[in-house]
């Protein structure tokens, strides 16, 4: 790896996607118009090929030589010697996250092109939707190629900005402009948690380098020599995870994802489901050092992405919005490769994001060709039966349902089925949820997959619907093909090609703090390892696939009167679930609206108690004032009287003494 | 030319409202275009200032010295050395007041080019009030004597009291006397300490001075007392806490800035408030340090208490530009969270932040403006879609909102970063200052200031940007020959601002380089300070020009982290890595820490 090619690819994937936004934002609306998504799309192009370039150069790296830290300029500086500088790090993990980001990005950008010829916004929303799309990807790649926290930082901001403009795209809307900004606060909530971390760290560490950092970390000291408490490493731990559960939507920071999905469906494809909300993932796998430092830390990863996964599904059951019910089982997806991580499977929960990024990516697309097809409409009632008209929107989406169903061989089934497996081995509990979750992601996918594209054809009126274009279908296409085969590139037939790729990252921590350690990546545990031991879960997980579709087969196609009585049976239950266990309004009731009354307080505290206390000082004044004004008459015998008897008192007071 | 450049600059606004004075009454026209004219001249003379402290400070290796300086014997009694009285006219700018001066000077173009339309009535009075203001404004920012600095201080009132209460709205008179006696309560009280510290001069050395070099020398060296320094602390503190303003003196400022007219606003929140956070971190903290060490825990109580409650007053304000007045007031709680921890992160972030503030709320009370302009409204809940109409100032609004809710990327994140870093490792050592006063326990509470900050400002975007267009009946008002978007005018006063927030959120080192150097020289260091500080191994520090020198002498913890840093497998990153180890090595061993803790306690 020559550290050059690494900077100038790096500096072309982050400098490429900003250039294409800002063309597109500043020629868009007087020369580009209708052109305007060339900049970006061809900004997104250069970025994959240099991350194209960049994998290569980590892949053939000689073992031991992965990692490099590549610095670019420095940013801030702090009064010390060592300012807070633009550097990048380079691993396997940075290499697959730039593949994925941009890979998805340019497909997403160029399906695009033709989706947001019919819905854009009215005002300049073709140019707009493209520059804050290449804005974006320039962020995410930030965030991956960042080789300290303050940089990390940045890219996180910087996509959660993107995810705020892009959700508030059709900002006419009342309710997207209110979920942009129920996203951006949801998030700076967990960004509370995530800045107060990183300033701890800088705090006990005196540095932000990760290299740094982590090595500190290993050897259990502080900045300053001194012995690393538990205490304070949980602490870290606890408040990055904070972050991540922002970012991530994960309990119970999860409220801000379903109602982003009132931004445009690619962006709902690429930053909703892909990319963005897997950097809390990133994260943590990245903080691997600091996370494993502190077993209490780990075990809330886990509890919190086992408990997200499940609870999310459930919620998923009784949605109707297609987009929505997508967004509710990303946020469980992301639960499973946050239990990965929290099971010290990290690579697993990596591969996860790799393989969910093509299936929920394609999921989003196919759900917005319906939207297309359908005129903007996305509720599952109100249409049915759309095989016949969507050939190719019904293969690709039945792609990806059977990837997220995990149906046996798709890229779902496997990557799934290693974390559930580590999941077993760590935390039995959490495993069965896993389980349970994966039972339930089957039922509600294919639950949509029946109600929206069998039984007998039906359209909202006035519809036309249509299959899309070309520029629509082939990425769609591409992206089946990766949901479909995507998880071959980590069977034992391909010598589980990406778990050694990305060993060399989790080797010193994920991988040799697990308790499992021994019995999961052992040589000699895995040469004696039964048949059933290696394929009984992937036989129990893929038969729980397959009996979800089955019982979603029964209840929405054979015996389509049995939803309408279960709901009638359990209304409560039923209830419950449609209003998302009313997290909401628990959050209105019991955070916002409190705040907002003591906002009033102190309003009325400047205007009456400080100002009153202000009018009472200078009520004061104006007292003393007045009880002297008498003597200031202007009547010249007063004057004369008081002199008299001033000069009276003191000829006294002299002849006194 | 060097010697006298502050000089012009000060004065040039001056001249320039001179000028006007001999114009034509009625050509309005013309009257306004010449304060333009003049205002730029300044900015020119300001430019050719900062390059020429540029050359002048790296010639010298950066020492943090005042350069450009003059000198003019005022009131001098006696020979000039060892003179019985010594209050003179002396200038000179350093690292910090350099950027001060250069944004004054940006900003105050800007501010009179936005009231081309917007002001119709007395033309010729109001231009020539507006740049009077700037002299005084300028003037606070170069002044090395006290008492030059106070006149200055005070000077700006004047035209700002005749700014709100002329131009201004409905309530102006209301609001330009609550203005003029609030904050002229509190500087008499500074006044007062001024003289005190004056008379104690003439006791210990024998000469009235004001001289703030001799003042500051002689603060830094513990010649004042702690029992003295408590008191000027106190009495500098109720002008300087008046005019941030800070929690609970806040009150005039939301009256004043939504009466004001919009460069009146502009110029009161961009750089009038700045002059309290600038005599804190001028006066209070380098002459009265022992006093700043001791009530800067009282300060940042105050000040966090004022971030939040600033920040959840602004939340339910309908008014817009009450909104943006609370939120200065919970800004500049962050301000003087920086500047009181007391260490070179925290106060150049302070130093910063004074710089943030005022170009992202000058440019939300300039958006404002344009707003009002078109609607003649600045209540939120009878506009709203506005982006629909006004995609240019939707872009600028949303822009400067992001730039003063801090995103990365954008100058109000690194301010507000380094003020809680420096806030976060107040106790710590690692910029070679002795151990502030603050910890982490303050940054908690800060930082849920961050989030109430992006609360209120994407509340108001939304309500004012977003969902179904909403505008009073028969706006927007075009007749002064405004268009319904920004006009050409507008956006080339919103785009220098604009760029100047992207090139110091990107690349903001070279200013906080010089102000680090300033701040340790002036602020924080000086040579007493520096000396105890440093009381090692190292003992050549406050002389050294070589900065990144200083730390050479404690090799223990740099060898370990430098040599551990390589073993991570971490190849060829020598630069960062290298660097960073050695931030890590400059922790000083814990005996030295109390020996150092003795000797401060000793002395006081």
Known sequence: ?657 | MDSWILTIIIFSPFVGAFALLLARRGNDAAIREGALYYAFVTLALTVYAVVRFHMGTSEGGGSGDFVLTAYVPWIVSGEAEGAAIDIAYRVGVDGISIWLLAMTALLSPLAIWSSFTAIRTRVREYYILLLLLQVGLLGVFCARDLLLFYVFFEFTLIPLYFLIGIWGGPQRRWAANKFFVYTIAGSVLTFAGIVYLAYFAYTTTGAITLNLQTLTRMGQSGEIPLNVQRWLFLAFAAGFAIKVPLFPFHTWLPLAHTEAPTAGSVILASVLLKLGTYGFCRLSIPILPDASFMLAPIVAVVAIIGIIYAALAAWVQTDIKKLVAYSSVSHLGFCMLGLFSLKVAGVSGGVLYMINHGLSTGALFLIVGCMYERYHTRDINKVGGLARQMPWLAFFLIFFTLSSIGLPGLNGFVGEFLVLLGTATSAGMSDGIAPGPLGFAYVIPAALGIILGAVYMLWMCQRVLFGPVKEPADTPDTSTGLTRDLTHREKSILAPIAICCVILGVYPKPMLSQFEVAIERNILGGPGVAMRASAGPDPSFPGSDDLHGRHGGRPLHGARNSSTASGTGLNGASGPVGAAAQVVGLAHPASEMVSFNGVVLDER
């Not at chain 1, 493209?130 to 804005?135: S, T």
């Not at chain 1, 949801?186 to 800045?195: A, L």
């Not at chain 1, 919005?321 to 499973?336: E, F, N, W």
């Open chain 1, 1 to 657: 790896m020559s550290i050059e090619t690494l900077k100038i690819c790096g500096i072309v994937i982050l400098l490429a996607p900003l250039a294409g936004a800002v063309l597109a934002g500043a020629l868009g609306p007087v020369k580009l118009h209708g052109r305007s998504h060339w900049p970006a799309i061809l900004g997104v192009a250069a970025a994959f090929i240099a991350a194209i370039v960049l994998f290569g150069q980590v892949r053939s790296a000689p073992a031991g030589e992965t990692a490099a830290a590549v610095s670019v300029y420095e940013w801030i500086t702090n009064g010390t010697d060592a300012a807070f500088t633009v550097d990048f790090l380079i691993d396997p993990l940075t290499a697959i996250m730039l593949l994925t980001v941009t890979g998805i990005s340019l497909l997403v950008v160029i399906y695009s092109r033709d989706y947001m010829r019919e819905h854009g916004s009215p005002l300049r929303g073709y140019e707009r939707f493209f520059a804050f799309l290449a804005l974006f990807v320039f962020s995410m790649c930030a965030l991956v190629l960042s080789g300290n926290f303050l940089l990390l930082y940045l890219g996180w901001e910087a996509v959660g900005l993107c995810s705020y403009l892009l959700i508030g795209f059709y900002y006419g809307r009342p309710a997207a402009a209110a979920a942009a900004k129920k996203a951006f606060l949801v998030n700076r909530v967990g960004d509370f948690g995530f800045g107060l971390g990183i300033l701890l760290i800088y705090f006990t560490f005196g540095t932000l380098e990760y290299g740094l950092v982590f090595q500190m970390v290993q050897e259990g000291m502080t900045g300053v020599g001194d012995a690393l408490t538990n205490g304070r490493i949980t602490t870290i731990a606890l408040l990055l995870l904070c972050g991540a559960c922002g970012k991530s939507a994960q309990l119970p920071l999860h409220v801000w994802l379903p109602d982003a999905m009132e931004g445009p469906s690619p962006v709902s494809a690429l930053i909703h489901a892909a990319t963005m909300v897997t950097a809390g993932v990133y994260m943590i796998a990245r903080c691997g050092a600091i996370f494993t430092a502190s077993p209490i830390a780990m075990t809330a990863v886990a509890i919190v992405g086992g408990i997200t996964a499940l609870f999310a599904a459930t919620i998923a059951l009784a949605q109707t919005d297609m987009k929505r019910i997508l967004a509710y089982s990303t946020i469980s997806q992301l639960g499973y490769m946050v239990l990965g991580v929290g099971v010290y499977a990290a690579d697993s929960a990596i591969f996860h994001l790799f393989t969910h990024a093509f299936f929920k990516a394609l999921l989003f697309l196919a759900a917005g060709s319906v939207m297309h097809a359908m005129g903007g409409i996305i509720d599952i009632r109100q249409f049915g039966g759309l095989r016949k008209i969507l050939p190719w929107t019904f293969l690709t989406f039945m792609a990806g349902s059977l990837a997220l169903a995990g149906f046996p061989l798709l890229s779902g089934f496997f990557s799934k089925d290693e974390i559930i497996h580590h999941a077993l081995t760590v935390h039995p509990v959490l495993g069965v949820l896993g389980l349970v979750t994966a039972l339930l992601t089957a039922f509600y996918t294919f639950r949509m997959v029946f109600l929206a594209f069998y039984g007998p054809q039906r359209v909202p009126e006035g519809v036309h619907p249509h299959e899309s274009g070309k520029w629509m279908l082939v990425p769609l296409v591409i992206l089946s093909i990766g949901a479909i085969g995507a998880g071959y590139v980590n069977i034992e037939a391909t010598g589980r090609s990406f778990h050694h790729f990305l060993a060399p990252v989790f080797e010193h921590t994920f991988a040799a703090a697990s308790p499992a350690h021994a019995a999961a990546h052992g040589v000699a545990a895995t040469a004696h390892a039964g048949f059933w031991t290696e394929y009984g879960l992937m036989i129990i997980s893929g038969g729980l696939a397959i009996v979800g579709i089955l019982a979603a087969y029964i209840l929405y196609m054979r015996q389509d009167w049995l939803p309408g009585l279960i709901r009638a049976s359990a209304p409560r239950s039923y209830r419950t679930l449609w209003n998302k266990y009313y997290f909401d309004e628990v959050y209105d009731a019991g955070v916002v609206e409190p705040a907002r009354q003591t906002a009033h307080v102190c309003v009325g505290l400047d205007d009456y108690l400080i100002d009153g206390l202000l009018w009472l000082v200078t009520a004061i004044v104006r007292g003393i004032g007045l009880l002297l004004r008498p003597f200031q008459s202007g009547m010249l015998q007063g004057y004369a009287l008081s002199m008299v008897a001033g000069i009276a008192i003191i000829v006294l007071l002299v002849f006194w003494a």
